[in-house]
């Protein structure tokens, strides 16, 4: 089965925004709720891996890249997380890390 | 190749193959002495020369030379990928600096510009110590994560308003505005940053 793929820069934008649509343009917010979430929804559904690429952007902001994966962490759990999200980032590969602790991080508030 | 170049080498080569001839005539009269011989200086001298010390000579003087030359450019190889590594460092040392002190001049930020600016700050840094991690690996890997970590905290520290944190930094209008209690703690990192740097450069200068 084919797995699904999405770039932040060419299905987005290449200046990702805050964290929340109220705070400004293309946040995170605004990215799961028009294409991020259903594409992860469909990929968790059919058991294949939605894959991500960082790449092409001018840069992410802590908020973005928390409400993105700790949020996507905090809905579905870090196990559905891990198992369906494939994540690349050439430019900056430092990301990887942050973004695993975001997750590590956010899966505690999804146990709560 | 410039005549002082040349010039510099010539005068290397000579005083070289001078050293040695002296420590080669110097040893031999050591020798001499150690033996037990003594030594006496005869009216007569000996002009016979056997081609088999005279090819041993040459071959000794010139493996000698290309020994001292080899070393000699190997260490000067090295100094400069060490001097490299340091100037590079102390070039995002400044930077970094300097980066911050423009950004918190500022009263309102456009978060685009902050991330942009900080993406390129940690994407220098990153590919500076992995160029020390392939000719100069450090004792002490911890000093680079620690400094990455600095490096992020002013990324969390300008553009991280979790979920239910109020105050000292908000965002609006895709502007970032912070407070003074935000901004200090932003304003310490460049210290943390310099000592984290500094403490690489020692290391990489003893290598």
Known sequence: MADLNISVSKDFSTTPGPRYIKEGDFSAEEFRKTIFDAKFKEALSEN????????????YG????????GGLTREYGQENVNKTLKIISKEEEYLLDDIRGYIRDANKGHEQ | MPTKVMNNKIINFLFYLILFSFGLWAGFYLLLLLIGNGISVSKQVNLSLNPFDLISLVVTIFLAVYVIKKLNKESEAERIEKDLLIEDLGNFKTEFGKEIIEILKQSSLKLIFVNSRLKTLRMRFHSTTNLIEKYKPLNDPSVVARLDTDIRDVRDLLTDNPEGAKGNLEISGGRISLEAERKSQIEAIPNKVSEGIFQIIVEINRK
């Open chain 1, 62 to 69: 802590t908020s973005f890249l928390e409400e993105l994966f």
């Open chain 1, 48 to 59: 294949k891996k939605l894959i991500i690429d960082l790449d092409g952007t001018l840069g």
